[in-house]
Structures are given as structure tokens and as C-alpha cells.
């Protein structure tokens, strides 16, 4: 294995990340926002008030993109997998 195809399977390992990551992380941060914009509205300084709508997003999220998620994970793994042989050459 060459240090080239190293670095392309890191490429592609981190690039999978964040593209799994990224509905989730967006929907927490739209939710923050949200939140944060209905406290500066109504002067409500409440540390609480941010966690729990946003966990709560978070949560619906993962359900509704957990299927997604995880078929984009095993397509990933299983690449890696049939690389093995081009690997150990």
C-alpha cells in the first residue's frame, strides 16, 4: 500500500463523516439559532431553554436520517472491505 492510497482512504473516510454529520449538525444549529432569536426577542436569559428543543431536534433527526446514515455507513465498509486485496499487494 503506497502512502498515495493512504491518504485517498483517509480522503474518503473523513469526507463520509462529514457527510453523514451534516443534516444532523445543521439541524441542531438552525434549532440554536431559532432559540437564540426567540430569547434576544423576549429578554428570557434561561441556560435550559437551548438544550432541550435542540436535543430534541437532534433526536428527530437521527430518526428520520438514521436509515440514510447507516446504508450510506455499510456501502462505506464494505468498500473498504473489497480494497483488502489492493491493500495487502
Known amino acids: 500500500m503506497t ?8 480522503r ?3 469526507l463520509h463523516v462529514l457527510i453523514i454529520s451534516a443534516p444532523v ?7 440554536g ?7 434576544a ?9 437551548t438544550f432541550v428543543p435542540k436535543i430534541a431536534a437532534i433526536l ?3 430518526f428520520f436520517f438514521g436509515n440514510w446514515m447507516l446504508t450510506t ?3 462505506y465498509t464494505l468498500e473498504l472491505f473489497s ?3 489492493d491493500m495487502v499487494r
Open 3 to 10: 502512502i498515495g492510497y493512504a491518504v485517498d482512504i483517509m
Open 60 to 62: 428527530l433527526s437521527i
Open 41 to 49: 426577542t423576549t429578554s428570557i436569559q434561561e441556560q435550559t431553554l
Open 33 to 39: 439559532l431559532v432559540v437564540s432569536i426567540f430569547q
Open 83 to 85: 480494497r483488502i486485496p
Open 73 to 75: 455507513l455499510q456501502s
Open 25 to 31: 449538525l445543521l439541524i441542531g444549529m438552525l434549532v
Open 12 to 14: 474518503s473516510g473523513v
